[in-house]
Nanobody, 124 residues
Framework: VQLVESGGGLVQPGGSLRLSCAASGFTLHYYTITWFRQAPGKEREGVASTTQSGAAQNYLDSVLGRFTISRDNAENTWYLQMNNLKSEDTAIYYC??????????????????WGQGTQVIVSS
């Protein structure tokens, strides 16, 4: 199982980025797919999550309306579209996946499979 993130970078406040996470080694059936982030000196937090079917999506309150999670099951890839970025969105962003996550999608301990992370810096 391998997860590879891409799409991070430096962006000005108010700008947009689209992160990608490509999965290999398994098929994304019946999995919960989640983006986490970790800022310096802070704990890792769940940002956005979706089930494989897309029937259930969840967002961190501070990104609701600005971030959108989506997935392409055929390509085993999922995305995080981030709009109207703020300085507080600066962090390393990770994708994670696992089965039977349940309602506590925001807990990093629920996930066995992680990408290596991609850095997002929001600064003028």
């Amino acid at each position: 199982v391998q997860l590879v993130e891409s799409g991070g970078g430096l962006v000005q406040p108010g700008g947009s980025l689209r992160l990608s996470c490509a999965a290999s080694g398994f098929t994304l059936h019946y999995y919960t797919i989640t983006w986490f982030r970790q800022a310096p000196g802070k704990e890792r937090e769940g940002v956005a999550s979706t089930t494989q079917s897309g029937a259930a999506q969840n967002y961190l309150d501070s990104v609701l309306g600005r971030f959108t999670i989506s997935r392409d099951n055929a390509e085993n890839t999922w995305y995080l579209q981030m709009n109207n970025l703020k300085s507080e969105d600066t962090a390393i962003y990770y994708c994670a996946v696992d089965r039977f996550v349940g309602s506590q999608w925001y807990l990093s301990s629920k996930y066995a499979y992680w990408g290596q992370g991609t850095q997002v810096i929001v600064s003028s």
